[in-house]
C-alpha cells in the first residue's frame, strides 16, 4: 500500500527558530493533512492542503502541498515552547473509489534544545 | 462540549479475554475511524465507518472487529487479544467521509495485553 516518509524523525528546537519538516511517498495523494500530537492527547489538525502547488498558513504555521502531489512541507516560524510535540503528515488512501482510508507518517518528533 | 470519549482509559487483560473498547461522539458525525499507534510506527487505521451500517477494513484489521449501529457509536471488539495487540487505540470521527474534514480524536485507550 501507500507509504508516508517523514523526515526528521526528530529534532530539537530552540524558542525563535524557524522549524521545517516534510513528508514524502512514492504514490500521489489528492490530500495533504497536518496533525499534532500533544503528549498524552489525541491528534488535531493544522492545516488541510486540497490542490497541488497550494500554500496555507495556520498561524506560525505554514504547509505546502508539492507540485509532484508526492509531497508536502510543513514549516513553523518563531518556535515557542508548546509547539514541542509530534507532528504527522497523513493523507487518504483509495480503495475501489472509497477515499475513507487514512494512512499516517511516523511522525517528527519536536524536543526543546537543551 | 462537543467531544469524542472512549473507555476505558486503560486496560490490563490477558491473552484470550474478549473486550470492548467503546467510542461515542456528540456531533452527529457520519464519519468514524479506530487507529493504533506504536512507537516508530505512528497512527494506522484499523477499522474506518463511513455512516451507520458501513465499515471497511484500514490498513491494519486482523484481529479486529467493529459495529456502527448507531450514529454515535463505533465500539471496538478484540475477540481474543494477543499481545501484539497491546498498543494505545485512538477514535476519531468528522463531519463527513473524506479526510479533509476535520477529524477529531478521542484522548485514547492504553491497552496491554499479557
Known amino acids: 500500500g501507500q507509504q508516508l516518509n517523514q523526515s526528521p524523525q526528530s529534532m530539537f528546537i530552540r524558542e525563535g527558530e524557524d522549524v521545517s519538516m516534510n513528508c514524502t511517498s512514492s504514490?500521489?495523494?489528492?490530500?495533504w493533512l497536518w496533525y499534532k500530537q500533544d503528549p498524552g492527547e489525541g491528534p488535531v489538525l493544522l492545516i488541510a492542503l486540497y490542490k497541488a502547488g497550494e500554500l496555507t498558513s495556520n498561524g506560525r504555521l505554514t504547509a505546502q502541498f508539492g507540485i509532484t502531489r508526492k509531497d508536502s512541507f510543513l514549516n513553523i516560524s518563531a518556535s515557542i515552547p508548546s509547539d514541542v510535540g509530534i507532528y504527522f503528515c497523513a493523507g487518504p488512501q483509495w480503495y475501489g473509489g472509497s477515499q475513507g482510508n487514512l494512512i499516517f507518517g511516523k511522525g517528527t518528533k519536536l524536543s526543546v534544545k537543551p | 462540549e462537543a467531544q469524542v470519549t472512549q473507555n476505558p482509559r486503560y486496560l490490563i487483560t490477558v491473552t484470550g479475554k474478549k473486550l470492548t473498547v467503546t467510542c461515542s461522539q456528540n456531533m452527529n458525525h457520519e464519519y468514524m475511524s479506530w487507529y493504533r499507534q506504536d512507537p516508530g510506527l505512528g497512527l494506522r487505521q484499523i477499522y474506518y465507518?463511513?455512516?451507520?451500517?458501513?465499515?471497511d477494513k484500514g490498513d491494519v484489521p486482523e484481529g479486529y472487529k467493529v459495529s456502527r449501529k448507531e450514529k454515535r457509536n463505533f465500539p471496538l471488539i478484540l475477540e481474543s487479544p494477543s499481545p501484539n495487540q497491546t498498543s494505545l487505540y485512538f477514535c476519531a470521527s468528522s463531519l463527513v467521509a473524506g479526510p479533509g474534514n476535520t477529524q477529531y480524536f478521542g484522548p485514547g485507550t492504553r491497552l496491554t495485553v499479557l
Open positions: 465507518s463511513m455512516n451507520v451500517e458501513v465499515t
Open positions: 504514490s500521489i495523494f489528492n490530500t
